[in-house]
T-cell receptor, first 120, second 108 residues
Framework: NAGVTQTPKFQVLKTGQSMTLQCAQD?????MSWYRQDPGMGLRLIHY???????DQGEVPNGYNVSRSTTEDFPLRLLSAAPSQTSVYFC???????????????????FGPGTRLTVL | DAKTTQPNSMESNEEEPVHLPCNHS???????IHWYRQLPSQGPEYVIH???SNVNNRMASLAIAEDRKSSTLILHRATLRDAAVYYC?????????FGSGTQLTVLP
């Protein structure tokens, strides 16, 4: 298994440009998510999905869109890049995401290697 | 959202045990306690998780206080490869909320 893969590894954008960060997993995981990590900080959740066709917002969703048309892929779109979106972006997936009686049964999350994005 | 508090940094000598503390006084009954670590320039890596009982796996042990307001990650014999930022995270139904973590330095 390749696990969680992300492309590109590095990207430089100009303010106002749009682009899509790709994320794919081959573990048949239902749960996928996107995080950003600013220098010296912990990760912050942008968007997540509990299955194909289902997405929801995390802590910092503004300026980003996601879709989940297949179980394997979870792309993150930057609509109009801003310097404040300069960050490292991590995609993650996990299995066993079905929620039962309010208690999480989500198992460990597997993270991709990250995409380092710079917006000028 | 429930938050966690960890020391910013800790040091340990190689091959000695390390106890990494975490406070989570506002934890709810359905929050799982997860620990991840992040090596330089890499994505986070799952270490261990638990709900109420202490847990052991090949990487570490997790000791959870009886009132669940704190927990401790135990690395039984630190190696140089264990130098990383360790995150204590409360897992609500659908989200992981990362704090700033503890930078662990392992001295040879």
């Amino acid at each position: 298994n390749a696990g969680v893969t992300q492309t590109p590894k590095f990207q430089v954008l100009k303010t106002g440009q749009s682009m899509t960060l790709q994320c794919a997993q081959d573990m048949n995981h239902e749960y996928m998510s996107w995080y950003r990590q600013d220098p010296g900080m912990g990760l912050r959740l942008i968007h997540y999905s509990v299955g194909a066709g289902i997405t929801d917002q995390g802590e910092v969703p503004n300026g980003y869109n996601v879709s989940r048309s297949t179980t394997e892929d979870f792309p993150l779109r930057l609509l109009s890049a801003a310097p404040s979106q300069t960050s490292v972006y991590f995609c993650a997936s996990s299995g066993g995401s079905r929620i039962e009686r309010g208690a999480s049964t989500i198992h460990e999350q597997f993270f991709g290697p990250g995409t380092r994005l710079t917006v000028l | 959202d429930a938050k966690t508090t960890q020391p910013n940094s800790m040091e340990s000598n190689e091959e000695e045990p390390v106890h990494l503390p975490c406070n989570h006084s506002t934890i709810s009954g359905t929050d799982y306690i997860h620990w991840y670590r992040q090596l330089p320039s890499q994505g986070p890596e799952y270490v261990i998780h638990g709900l109420t009982s202490n847990v052991n796996n090949r990487m570490a042990s997790l000791a959870i206080a009886e009132d669940r307001k704190s927990s401790t990650l135990i690395l039984h014999r630190a190696t140089l490869r264990d130098a990383a930022v360790y995150y204590c995270i409360l897992r609500s139904a659908r989200q992981l909320t990362f704090g700033s973590g503890t930078q662990l330095t392992v001295l040879p």
